[in-house]
């Protein structure tokens, strides 16, 4: 398969999914992405639209209250942007969706919850876990997590995503300024030619699709090559650091639901990258052309991309067996997906499903709970 023969079927695909992505690329280039939650740091910010619905607690789908006056037992689904089901899955074809189809078709007393939050990693997730423990009724903790961490790691970043501590530092900037009024007129200033680039972005996205990604990704790139972008940076993986990192908030979670009395169930999350399953022609597409997460040049991407997978299987079995070892519970989500065929979809990139994968991953969360409660 060639380039062209690639971006061919990569856009044949899409166009099964044009108000999916087109709403997604609203809330994600055209708004304010997130909104801040004490304790838990981020949430994802409010939105509505056909196919894309985030509470004003910042979680996909319909408000919900805290308390539980359904009288169904509530599971906590938690996890970054593949759990919270984006760019291509609706309000219905997500895996809290497919959790809660189960539920209802076997006559199952449970509700599923998605808390997933977008750049997620798992200190976010340890402090949202608690916070939502805390305050919420809810009956059973579900994690899928790693590939945000995973590849940060592989890029030397033990931390936040960067445009997560990019909101912090603007927030303490702000506060050291204050008394500096020059500050807050560049501020102005910048968010004046801020209001204007975005009405320009929102009729190109009217008239073309995908039209704000490309645009700000675009802009991006011109930005990388004038500073240092990803491939002139001579970043060393932390994986040793980053797997204890994560074991050690790993360990707090599974102690604070065993405090708290919750069962807790946790999912590797699986990769584009690392699965075994057979591929199919646009899983092979998709990971020729989204392997750039790891840089431009194709000599450099592929270095790391080979660092990375690597690390991920092994990292993956470390984290399962301590899981268990704890006495808690484990699904492992890549032996599900070796039964489909090489004729479905599964992966839209390195760490996001289609809806075929959305259901796997739903009703196997589902079927596991309504036998372990």
């Known amino acids: 398969m060639n380039d062209k023969e690639g971006f061919e079927i990569i856009n044949e695909t899409e166009k099964k999914y044009i108000q999916e992505i087109r709403d997604f690329e609203k809330y994600w280039?055209?708004?304010?992405?997130?909104?801040?939650?004490?304790?838990?740091?981020?949430?994802?910010?409010?939105?509505?639209?056909?196919?894309?619905?985030?509470?004003?607690?910042?979680?996909?789908?319909?408000?919900?209250?805290?308390?539980?006056?359904?009288?169904?037992?509530?599971?906590?689904?938690?996890?970054?942007?593949?759990?919270?089901?984006?760019?291509?899955?609706?309000?219905?074809n997500n895996i809290s969706a497919y959790s809660n189809n189960y539920f209802q078709l076997n006559g199952l007393n449970y509700e599923s919850i998605n808390f997933g939050v977008i750049s997620a990693r798992v200190g976010n997730e340890l402090k949202l876990i608690t916070k939502i423990l805390m305050e919420f009724e809810i009956d059973y903790v579900v994690l899928m997590s790693g590939f945000n961490d995973a590849s940060s790691y592989t890029l030397g970043s033990l931390w936040e995503?960067?445009?997560?501590?990019?909101?912090?530092?603007?927030?303490?900037?702000?506060?050291?300024?204050?008394?500096?009024?020059?500050?807050?007129?560049?501020?102005?200033?910048?968010?004046?030619?801020?209001?204007?680039?975005?009405?320009?972005?929102?009729?190109?996205?009217?008239?073309?699709?995908?039209?704000?990604?490309?645009?700000?990704?675009?802009?991006?790139?011109?930005?990388?090559?004038?500073?240092?972008?990803?491939d002139n940076i001579n970043t060393v993986p932390v994986y040793s650091e980053g797997e204890k990192i994560y074991i050690n908030f790993l360990n707090q979670i599974i102690s604070l639901c065993n405090f708290m009395n919750k069962p807790f169930l946790f999912l590797f999350q699986p990769s584009l990258f690392n699965t075994k399953k057979k591929l199919s022609m646009y899983e092979l597409a998709a990971y020729k052309k989204q392997n750039n997460f790891f840089g431009e040049a194709e000599e450099t991407r592929n270095y790391r991309l080979e660092q990375f997978k690597e690390f991920y299987n092994d990292f993956g079995n470390k984290c399962n067996k301590f899981v268990i070892d704890k006495g808690s519970k484990v699904i492992n989500l890549d032996e599900k997906f070796l039964s489909v065929t090489e004729n479905e979809n599964i992966f839209y990139d390195e760490s996001h499903y289609f809806e075929t994968g959305n259901k796997i991953i739903g009703e196997e969360i589902s079927k596991f709970i309504s036998q372990d409660l």
Request: aromatic content about 14%.
């Open 29 to 92: 280039y055209l708004g304010h992405r997130f909104q801040y939650n004490s304790f838990a740091g981020y949430t994802n910010a409010p939105f509505a639209s056909k196919t894309l619905n985030i509470s004003n607690l910042g979680f996909r789908g319909k408000e919900f209250t805290k308390k539980n006056l359904s009288g169904k037992k509530r599971v906590g689904l938690f996890g970054s942007s593949g759990l919270m089901g984006i760019p291509v899955s609706n309000d219905n």
């Open 161 to 230: 995503y960067q445009d997560i501590l990019d909101i912090h530092e603007t927030g303490f900037q702000v506060n050291k300024n204050l008394g500096n009024p020059i500050f807050f007129l560049k501020k102005f200033w910048k968010s004046i030619n801020r209001k204007i680039e975005i009405l320009k972005v929102k009729k190109i996205s009217e008239e073309k699709f995908r039209g704000a990604e490309k645009y700000f990704r675009s802009k991006r790139a011109k930005r990388a090559k004038r500073a240092k972008s990803i």
